[in-house]
């Protein structure tokens, strides 16, 4: 593979990667500078113990003055969703919106084939997801110390690798579902959709008996459903999901490959 | 091998045919004007043969090779202008040149900036602050600073002022003379008339005429002028002459075939001027695509 078609794409994300690596940030310095007062409070606590279990397991609400408790529910929902987001958004705007923009044109001209491109493209977004996954346990565990909030980071480490490798399965779902058809809100939506269902699945649908068999097929579920932040995750956790987004690469590089390229 | 061998071309989009089984040839070092009015199916045929879309039916060779299997072989000897260029919005044209050049790797660094000094582009403002003029000299750049063997273009002077369209035509010549093939979709026919050796005409996406410019020319109708002392004498029945409009002295009609009878018709009259202008490939154009002359070609 040529090296500019991964130096390209790189180059155009590079903005993105930026402004979600603040968004991030912001989220988990203000969500880790309350860690102090809830520490040595136990108000909510004794809230929850009024509550059914399932909602207090469902709203991590169980264990909040312990650091694995309290950063529960900002890693069992808001940054593997919003890490899901910008995965399925970066993935579609390298294909879907690209494409869509006739930026393909002049590309797929030049002495390269579409697999070649596409390939690069999943690997751009992949480096990405690393990328904004790396910012995410610098920051955390830098805010841990400021905040004295006491973690293992052998547990924080393989929580933020789970979380990127379950936003890298919706990307890719982006990526196949822009393979198949030039629509970036299609696109967008495969993404984000598969992680906001996965979740459901995983989180919600346990909550009552006969739904719970459901979590299984959940990607969500393969990758954090095992509590990553109090043990040590399963090898499958990490290789299941990432099974998964190697068949939905190679579904997306081989009907891309058979259909027309949309006209500007 | 020939730059370009279509064969049987046909391309259907659902129930709309955009290409009806064309035959397709460019020589080596030739220039071969690709005519037709928007929706004619030229820029269906071009995609098809860069491989950005797929045929229904036939064969597409470049230079020997499969379009589709030996595509990517094949487009190292091809340049392309598309008819619109789309850049991301926060690159340059320096950028995209660049990864073009890249993407390639026969590119010549100084012939580049020859081009882009001849053609007056700024390559470093962002694609977003640039006119349709300024886009289409990047792809122009693009296409010409490599060292491919054929040229194919999308309505190259689309946007461009004279000065450049001039150019362009002086860039098309430099290629010719270096023995890159050229194939020149348009529907300026004066373009094509100044710059192509052969032109080939689509309706429909069906070819209604090809042959040299001159051949073309050759075949349509000439515009001719009289005017008279007195009353006109009645032309309609002279072998040859068409769309015949009398405005008082002044004659208007169109000739096809020999000029001798009608010049026999005018001796005999008391005509003070006469203008028989030579047809040129917009006379030709228009023949053909005028429906009541179709079931002649």
């Avoid at chain 1, 590309?107 to 493209?121: D, I, M, N």
């Avoid at chain 2, 039916?57 to 000897?77: K, S």
């Avoid at chain 2, 009645?234 to 169109?254: F, K, M, N, S």
Wanted: proline letters at 6%.
């Amino acid at each position: 593979m040529k090296a500019i078609l991964l130096a390209g794409p790189a180059r155009r994300v590079t903005r993105p990667l930026a402004a979600w690596s603040a968004a991030l940030t912001a989220l988990l310095v203000l969500n880790t500078a309350f860690w102090p007062a809830f520490r040595d409070n136990d108000g909510m606590t004794a809230l929850a113990e009024g509550m059914p279990a399932p909602l207090v397991e469902a709203l991590g609400l169980g264990d909040l003055g312990s650091p694995a408790g309290y950063l529960w529910r900002l890693y069992t929902l808001m940054v593997p969703l919003l890490m899901a987001i910008a995965g399925a958004s970066v993935a579609t705007a390298l294909t879907a919106r690209d494409e869509d923009g006739g930026r393909y044109e002049l590309l797929l001209a030049q002495p390269v084939g579409r697999t070649g491109v596409l390939a690069g493209r999943l690997l751009v977004t992949a480096a990405w997801l690393t990328a904004l996954g790396t910012v995410v346990l610098a920051v955390q565990l830098a805010s841990n110390a400021a905040f004295d909030l006491d973690m293992p980071t052998g547990h924080l480490a393989a929580t933020v690798a789970l979380c990127t490798v379950n936003a890298l399965v919706c990307a890719t779902a982006s990526v196949c579902t822009a393979a198949f058809v030039c629509h970036p809100a299609a696109a967008v939506g495969t993404g984000v959709g598969l992680g906001v269902a996965g979740y459901v699945a995983s989180v919600l649908f346990p909550m009552r008996e006969s739904w719970r068999s459901v979590q299984y097929l959940s990607p969500w579920d393969w990758a954090l459903g095992g509590g990553p932040l109090t043990s040590a995750p399963e090898w499958w956790r990490y290789t299941g999901p990432l099974g998964l987004a190697a068949v939905l690469a190679a579904v997306a590089i081989a009907a891309f490959d058979r259909r027309d390229v949309h006209a500007p | 091998m020939n730059p370009v061998e279509v064969r049987g071309l046909a391309k259907s989009f659902g129930e709309v045919r955009a290409v009806c089984g064309i035959d397709l040839d460019v020589l080596p070092g030739e220039i071969v004007g690709f005519l037709g009015p928007n929706g004619a199916g030229k820029t269906t045929a071009i995609r098809c043969l860069l491989d950005l879309i797929r045929p229904t039916a036939g064969t597409l060779r470049l230079f020997g090779e499969d379009a589709r299997r030996g595509g990517v072989r094949a487009r190292r000897r091809v340049a392309y202008v598309p008819g619109e260029l789309r850049l991301p919005p926060r690159a340059t044209a320096h950028e995209l040149l660049h990864e073009v050049a890249r993407l390639r790797g026969d590119c010549d660094p100084v012939r580049r900036a020859e081009l882009v000094g001849r053609l007056g582009l700024d390559p470093h403002r962002p694609a977003k602050t640039l006119s349709t003029g300024n886009r289409r000299k990047v792809a122009l750049i693009a296409a010409f600073m490599t060292r491919a063997d054929l040229l194919i273009l999308d309505e190259p002077t689309s946007g461009l002022d004279p000065l450049l369209q001039q150019t362009f035509r002086e860039l098309v010549r430099e290629a010719k003379g270096r023995g890159t093939a050229v194939l020149l979709s348009s529907h300026v026919l004066a373009e094509v008339q100044r710059t192509a050796d052969r032109a080939v005409i689509l309706r429909q996406g069906r070819i209604i005429a090809e042959g040299t410019v001159a051949d073309l020319r050759g075949r349509a109708a000439q515009r001719v002028e009289a005017v008279f002392a007195g009353p006109p004498p009645d032309l309609a029945a002279v072998p040859g002459v068409t769309d015949l409009a009398v405005d008082g002295q002044h004659v208007r009609a169109r000739l096809s075939g020999p000029p001798g009878p009608l010049l026999a018709a005018l001796a005999r009259a008391d005509v003070t001027a006469v203008d028989i202008a030579e047809p040129d490939l917009d006379d030709a154009f228009r023949g053909l695509y005028d429906d009541r002359k179709e079931a002649t070609l």
